[in-house]
């Protein structure tokens, strides 16, 4: 991305700051940190710290998004960034990234004329050598598609790599159609032209094609067959752009596998694949390459004799892991995503 066209994106949501209402009468805080604020011509986005209060709407939207595996910060996220990409808002981390070192720069604050953060955008001149902040938290399996996994779906899922309790690779998934009826009437949730379809439709055709029963699949909040609120063990879960990757801790506590398509679209090719040494197949018969910007994440097989990796904490936002008791099979679940490791 240009410089200009990200400044164009920093001048417009402070434009919608000015112009105020809910939800942003609640925020307190706004920095820039990264490329951009180091003065790269050409940054990959504009990372973003969003220091924020909570009122009873925005605390009810937040749980609702969680219970229906929506992204519970939507609501601020679209008041801010309106239709526009190139933000990259991080919110309530300005004490995690200063402690890890980073140097964020005050662009506005609450009680201030947003003139004041205008002039400040100014302020932040272009410098030809800074180049582009290398990504940290970073693992292969993110080859290509880093710029679409979250810093903090990357912290967490970084740790568990390092602790040897998780694998993570891509998948290709080809562009094709389910030829199940219940995956077609799940299809029907979507209009045509829908990207989260188009997705859906390429991991449930992946499913059939393993021999994997859609009667326990979750797909983005919904099972394909059947009702959410029953007692099913669903084996297979599905995702879009990390939307509901808080509530995925419920599902792997209670042994599902999870997919996780990272930037669904409707025409255009996803980012290119870096294939990781397999260690379990999803299905018997999963021993094929599949379409890339799918991750694939599964629980860890623990070999017998040996604890869980998983530290009871993951990450700078505090997200708790927890071992599942003793079992014949040796599982070790943790509330986040996680990809059978070799036993």
Same mark, same amino acid.
């Not at 808002?89 to 300005?94: P, S, V, W």
């Not at 800074?130 to 938290?137: F, K, T």
């Not at 562009?175 to 439709?201: C, F, G, K, N």
């Not at 255009?268 to 694939?296: E, H, I, K, W, Y």
């Given at each position: 991305?240009?410089?200009?066209?990200?400044?164009?994106?920093?001048?417009?949501?402070?434009?919608?700051?000015?112009?105020?209402?809910?939800?942003?009468?609640?925020?307190?805080?706004?920095?820039?940190?990264?490329?951009?604020?180091?003065?790269?011509?050409?940054?990959?986005?504009?990372?973003?710290?969003?220091?924020?209060?909570?009122?009873? +709407?925005?605390?009810?939207?937040?749980?609702?998004?969680?219970?229906?595996?929506?992204?519970?910060?939507?609501?601020?996220?679209?008041?801010?960034?309106?239709s526009s990409r190139g933000l990259q808002i991080h919110f309530g981390e300005r004490k995690t990234l200063k402690a890890e070192g980073f140097e964020l720069t005050l662009l506005w604050k609450r009680g201030e004329p947003v003139d004041?953060?205008?002039?400040?955008?100014?302020?932040?001149?272009?410098?030809?050598?800074?180049?582009?902040?290398?990504?940290?938290?970073?693992?292969?399996?993110?080859?290509?598609?880093?710029?679409?996994v979250p810093r903090p779906v990357r912290i967490t899922l970084t740790e568990l790599v390092d602790l040897k309790a998780v694998t993570i690779r891509q998948l290709q998934l080809p562009d094709v159609q389910p030829t199940h009826p219940?995956?077609?009437?799940?299809?029907?949730?979507?209009?045509?032209?829908?990207?989260?379809?188009?997705?859906?439709?390429?991991?449930?055709?992946?499913?059939?094609?393993?021999?994997?029963?859609?009667?326990?699949?979750?797909?983005?909040?919904?099972?394909?067959?059947?009702?959410?609120? %029953?007692?099913?063990?669903?084996?297979?879960?599905?995702?879009?752009?990390?939307?509901?990757?808080?509530?995925?801790?419920?599902?792997?506590?209670?042994?599902?596998?999870?997919?996780?398509?990272?930037?669904?679209?409707?025409?255009?090719?996803?980012?290119?694949?870096?294939?990781?040494?397999?260690?379990?197949?999803?299905?018997?018969?999963?021993?094929?390459?599949?379409?890339?910007?799918?991750?694939?994440?599964? +629980?860890?097989?623990?070999?017998?004799?040996?604890?869980?990796?998983?530290?009871?904490?993951?990450?700078?936002?505090?997200?708790?892991? %927890?071992?599942?008791?003793?079992?014949?099979?040796?599982?070790?679940?943790?509330?986040?995503?996680?990809? +059978?490791?070799?036993?």
């Amino acid at each position: 991305m240009k410089r200009e066209r990200a400044t164009t994106l920093l001048n417009d949501m402070l434009d919608r700051l000015e112009e105020g209402g809910w939800p942003l009468d609640l925020v307190d805080e706004i920095l820039v940190f990264g490329s951009y604020a180091r003065g790269a011509l050409n940054p990959s986005d504009v990372d973003m710290v969003v220091e924020h209060r909570n009122d009873g +709407r925005l605390t009810s939207e937040f749980l609702n998004a969680l219970s229906y595996g929506r992204d519970p910060s939507a609501s601020m996220k679209r008041a801010l960034k309106g239709s526009s990409r190139g933000l990259q808002i991080h919110f309530g981390e300005r004490k995690t990234l200063k402690a890890e070192g980073f140097e964020l720069t005050l662009l506005w604050k609450r009680g201030e004329p947003v003139d004041a953060a205008r002039a400040r955008l100014a302020a932040i001149t272009p410098d030809p050598a800074a180049g582009r902040a290398p990504r940290d938290h970073m693992i292969d399996a993110f080859d290509g598609i880093d710029r679409w996994v979250p810093r903090p779906v990357r912290i967490t899922l970084t740790e568990l790599v390092d602790l040897k309790a998780v694998t993570i690779r891509q998948l290709q998934l080809p562009d094709v159609q389910p030829t199940h009826p219940a995956a077609h009437e799940a299809l029907t949730r979507w209009i045509d032209t829908s990207p989260l379809r188009r997705a859906a439709a390429a991991v449930l055709a992946h499913l059939e094609a393993t021999s994997c029963p859609l009667d326990s699949v979750y797909l983005h909040g919904e099972p394909v067959i059947g009702s959410r609120y %029953s007692n099913t063990t669903w084996q297979t879960g599905i995702g879009f752009g990390w939307s509901h990757h808080r509530s995925i801790s419920h599902h792997l506590k209670k042994g599902t596998d999870w997919f996780e398509i990272v930037r669904p679209t409707r025409t255009q090719p996803l980012p290119p694949s870096t294939s990781l040494p397999r260690t379990a197949p999803l299905c018997p018969a999963d021993d094929r390459p599949l379409a890339a910007g799918a991750v694939l994440m599964r +629980r860890a097989v623990v070999p017998a004799g040996r604890d869980c990796p998983c530290p009871t904490t993951a990450g700078a936002q505090g997200v708790q892991l %927890s071992r599942t008791g003793a079992s014949s099979k040796n599982l070790c679940s943790a509330v986040m995503w996680i990809s +059978r490791t070799p036993g």
